[in-house]
């Protein structure tokens, strides 16, 4: 199973400048907020900023990394000794959530930064690779397991929940009204049951 690196506590300077990046960034927008603007609302100066992260689009990425995704990446880091039918349900059922989080939208701007934005692309691509990697050993164990069909690769089946994931997130960021939670969680058990292979062996 493939283990998420492990990531260092956020240290208080760090924590400050995040939350003033979140709030900054949802105000102005990635390409208009500055980081003395990011530096003042944290109370600390510009080189507090150079001496924590690279840059905007460092800061950026760590402000959308605080929470949005996280319970994601801890579902899938904590896969081992999961019933795999059991935890790809709750992946599905934890897509559609609600909540006054703002780090959705802060996606948002990240994505359409990143078309002009080379090193917030790399960190973004980074990411996603990383969760594909850990979507692709649940897939894996699962099929080992019996519960996944041969018939659709491994590779499919985990960047589609990673784009799955990404567009829920961004539908979050949008606003948009999410499903009702009884008929979400009916969709994810039906398409569950189309990668189970059938008792008679045919795919």
């Known amino acids: 199973m493939v283990q998420a690196p492990p990531v260092a506590a956020p240290t208080p300077t760090r924590e400050r400048l995040i939350a003033a990046a979140i709030e900054v960034f949802a105000e102005q927008g990635y390409e208009g ?23 905007k689009a460092e800061l950026l990425f760590a402000a959308i990394g605080t929470r949005a995704g996280a319970e994601v990446d801890g579902l899938l880091a904590a896969a081992a000794g999961t019933d795999t039918r059991t935890l790809l349900a709750e ?22 930064a990143a078309r002009r934005d080379d090193d917030l ?26 519960a996944i069909t041969d018939a659709v690769s491994t590779d499919a089946i985990a960047r589609f929940c990673t784009m799955l994931t990404t567009g829920a997130l961004v539908l979050r960021g949008l606003g948009i ?14 398409l569950l049951d189309a990668l189970t292979p059938s008792e008679d062996g045919h795919e």
């Open 91 to 112: 992946l599905g059922d934890r897509l559609p959530q609600n909540g006054p989080r703002p780090e959705p939208s802060l996606l948002v701007d990240a994505l359409a």
């Open 33 to 55: 907020a500055r980081l003395h603007d990011i530096a003042r609302a944290a109370g600390l100066t510009t080189g507090a900023v150079y001496a924590n992260f690279r840059g």
């Open 121 to 146: 692309a790399a960190l973004l691509r980074d990411r996603l690779a990383h969760r594909e990697q850990l979507l692709s050993a649940v897939v894996e164990r699962a099929r080992s397991d019996g």
């Open 177 to 190: 009204e999410q499903p009702d939670p009884n008929e979400w969680h009916a969709l994810i058990a039906r």
